[in-house]
């Protein structure tokens, strides 16, 4: 059963346009959540995190929502360019007390910014 | 460099033989990953370890699958009797410590791409 869904596996938009990708979670302990950014033959690059106890996280072009009550979380990127074609993956993470634990990943979704 | 590095990039093996995948992590960070990708696939989490301790290995996918990290450093990851459905990139991340809880904040390295042919 997969804990974090990113239910689009592709997602194009224009240059200069919003990108919005989406994230569903099931786990109620999940309270860290992070979005990694992936090129071909790289390894993912954190991009963007918020924590539980907030709604809104913004990093200059990027900003992360996250809705508790529907379990679901989504990357607005504004204005996208070209650069930001990647896969982009959801993670989540629950605090146990002790350690952070593993982070659960989505299955990503491949962006593409035509010029 | 002060990246996660792995090695090998690139390992093709023959079905049945033994395989051993090295992480060397970010200096001074207490949490290692493995995750894997297969093609088409997201990252499937395999271990994480906390210092040279792995208190979680739910994500191994067999008994042929093994790691260890030793001097809260360097990594191995043991794939025995390897088998087709092995092939994948294997991923190493490593993640460091903030205000008692990891941040959370993965570094990833280039991964090995394991061939079984």
């Known amino acids: 059963d997969q804990q974090v869904k990113q239910n689009s596996p592709s997602l194009s938009v224009q240059e200069g346009r919003i990108s919005i990708l989406n994230c569903d979670y099931t786990?109620?302990?999940?309270?860290?959540f992070l979005w990694y950014k992936k090129y071909p033959a790289e390894g993912p690059t954190f991009l963007i995190s918020?924590?539980?106890?907030?709604d809104k996280n913004e990093d200059g072009r990027f900003t992360v929502f996250l809705n508790k009550s529907a379990k679901h979380l989504s990357l607005h990127i504004v204005p996208s360019q070209p650069g930001d074609s990647a896969v982009y993956f959801c993670?989540?993470?629950?605090?146990?007390?002790?350690?952070?634990?593993?982070?659960?990943f989505g299955k990503g979704t491949k962006l593409s910014v035509k010029p | 460099g002060a990246g996660v590095s792995q090695s090998p990039s690139n390992k093709v093996t023959e079905k049945g033989k033994d395989v051993e995948l090295r992480c060397d992590p970010i200096s001074g960070h207490t949490a290692l990953y493995w995750y894997r990708q297969r093609l088409g696939q997201g990252l499937e989490f395999l271990i994480y370890?906390?210092?040279?301790?792995?208190?979680?290995k739910s994500g191994l996918p067999s008994d042929r699958f093994s790691a260890e990290r030793t001097g809260e450093s360097v990594s191995t990851l043991t794939i025995q009797r390897t088998q087709q459905e092995d092939s994948a990139v294997y991923l190493c991340?490593?993640?460091?410590?903030?205000?008692?809880?990891?941040?959370?904040?993965?570094?990833f390295g280039e991964g090995s791409r394991l061939t079984v042919l």
């Open positions: 993670a989540a993470s629950a605090w146990d007390g002790g350690s952070q634990g593993n982070l659960i």
């Open positions: 370890f906390q210092g040279n301790s792995a208190p979680d």
């Open positions: 786990n109620s302990m999940f309270d860290y």
């Open positions: 991340a490593s993640s460091g410590r903030l205000s008692g809880r990891i941040t959370g904040e993965l570094f």
């Open positions: 918020i924590s539980s106890i907030k």
